[in-house]
């Protein structure tokens, strides 16, 4: 069962009951079936569910009424979580240990509301070689939220645009794009279900703090960025006429290795820093002014909500004019139009491309990387692979069982860095995704087909040297693949040639730590 990461040391007691072995999950009906069509037959606290009989997964349960059924399932976004403990019964509450209450606590004030407060914003961008402006729409999506999903699909659906610009990178194109939303629920879940029998022997009260807990890190761990799915699933299935650009998607954001090397370098703490925020923001709206270049006269671009104020400020300093701003309601309920917006957009006061003409040094173009771009065939290729994983994947071909890596705590105190000595040193990193406390994993043959983890260069470099893909910091580079002629003209790099994704932070841009 998860553990909460910061909760304070303790040693419980575990010898509880347990309902199975740490080698199976009965929980599950029927490994065999399709991933996609996983079935459960306990309920939270390891009862049966009998056939026809429903068991809800938002009820806010009582740790003294034996009548009520929570299911196994995990939550599947933060609206979930919060239906089932926000008003949580005061009896259950005075079971929790300090640090897991306000956790629970913090996490529910940090995400609620981010799904809401002027979360779509479109600009007009000037027209170029004849072309009237351009409708830049970006969508401010909250990380675990569900009305941030079905927004970016809608606005996509409305938008009708041509290109589509995600807050991802390569590293992280097989995990959020081609692994199906379909295997991440079911992969939540059968983690959540392993839970409820109890694998770890807790006691009553430890494994009620834990089975709650482990709702909320479930929801972090396999629920977060779905908007960025949904968006390119909807920009996928819409159909393009003669007189429409080639459909390009790219992916605007700093390389995920980056990030993470800067994490550990200056605490989590830097990732939400001013500076580094504001480095994000230029990098995507050097994506999205990379995509106008090309002609587009409609882009969507989903970025984080808390990214989005830094990306209206580069887009304004670059010369877009912002046109409208809506929240998640106004949408919802229909009092503003996505589509209308964008017509205002595209039909107002032609101007004149110098009000532009600062942009390609404002941004950095031909310094730092415009971002990794994906065209048509690409697109395609990802969703059949997609749709290949779907109808091919059982439960066991998804997750496995392992045993639990010994932890060589003294070695790795001494070592810090590096591997670990002891017996299983020259073994190698061990192979597969492993989560719930190591005793389960995504095999490695599935992680190869996705391409995430340690596959996703593979992924990235098969893409490129099929010219389905492309890394640029020259906008002519761009201009001239997207419209065929990469190879030809020589522009498609080599293997081994050096290549850079993420930010250029010059010595004047450089963060203060």
């Known amino acids: 069962m998860a553990k909460h990461p910061n909760s304070v040391a303790r040693t419980d007691p575990l010898d509880g009951r347990q309902l199975g072995s740490l080698n199976v999950n009965f929980a599950v009906e029927d490994v065999e079936q399709l991933a996609k069509d996983m079935r459960l037959r306990l309920d939270q606290r390891g009862r049966t569910i009998l056939p026809g009989e429903s068991v809800s997964s938002s009820i806010p349960w009582t740790a003294h009424d034996d009548t009520v059924r929570n299911a196994a399932t995990a939550p599947m976004n933060w609206e979930e979580v919060e239906a089932r403990y926000a008003s949580v019964d005061a009896s259950v509450r005075k079971l929790f240990y300090s640090g897991p209450h306000k956790f629970i606590d913090e996490q529910m004030g940090e995400n ?34 569900a009305r941030s999903t079905r927004l970016a699909a809608r606005a996509v659906y409305e938008a009708e645009p041509t290109a589509l610009l995600l807050q991802l990178c390569q590293e992280r194109l097989g995990r959020y794009l081609v692994m199906p939303e379909e295997h991440l629920a079911a992969v939540a879940n059968y983690a959540r279900s392993f839970a409820a029998t109890n694998p770890h022997g807790a006691r009553p009260k430890e494994y009620l703090v834990d089975a709650i807990v482990g709702d909320v890190l479930s929801v972090q761990e396999w629920r977060g960025d779905l908007a960025y799915a949904a968006a390119l699933d909807e920009f996928a299935q819409l159909p393009r006429s003669e007189n429409d650009l080639p459909k390009v998607v790219g992916l605007g954001d700093v390389r ?48 984080d909500s808390e990214i989005l104020a830094s990306v209206t400020t580069w887009l304004e300093e670059a010369g877009a004019r912002l046109v409208a701003v809506s929240d998640t309601s106004d949408i919802e309920t229909g009092r503003q139009s996505i589509a209308e917006d964008i017509r205002m957009a595209k039909e107002g006061r032609q101007r004149d491309a110098e009000d532009a003409s600062a942009a390609p040094f404002v941004l950095g173009f031909g310094k730092s990387s415009l971002g990794s771009f994906i065209n048509e065939d690409g697109l395609e290729m990802l969703m059949r692979r997609k749709q290949r994983l779907l109808k091919l994947t059982r439960v ?110 010059t010595s004047s841009e450089q963060p203060v730590w």
């Open 112 to 145: 609620r509301g981010k799904d809401e407060f002027r979360s779509v914003r479109t600009f007009s961008w000037p027209g170029q070689d004849g072309n009237g402006p351009s409708a830049i729409t970006v969508i401010g999506a909250a990380k675990y939220s």
């Open 256 to 303: 995920w290795s980056r990030l993470e090397l800067l994490r550990r370098q200056h605490g989590n703490e830097s990732l939400t820093q001013r500076p580094t925020v504001s480095m994000r923001g230029k990098q995507l709206v050097r994506g999205l002014i990379s995509l106008a270049t090309l002609g587009h006269r409609s882009i969507v671009g989903v970025v």
């Open 396 to 505: 066991k071909d998804l997750i496995a069982h392992c045993e639990v890596e010994k932890g060589w705590t003294v070695a790795e105190v001494l070592t810090r860095e590096g591997p670990t000595p002891g017996p299983a040193a020259l073994l190698g990193p061990k192979k597969g995704f492993r989560f719930e406390m190591g005793r389960l994993e995504i095999p490695d043959t599935y992680l190869k087909d996705v391409g995430m983890e340690a596959y996703a260069p593979d992924l990235w470099q098969t893409m490129r040297s099929q010219n389905l893909a492309l890394d640029c910091k020259e906008a002519s580079e761009l201009l001239w693949w997207a419209a065929g002629g990469a190879e030809a003209e020589g522009f498609t790099r080599s293997e081994g040639e050096e290549d850079e994704t993420e930010t250029a932070w």
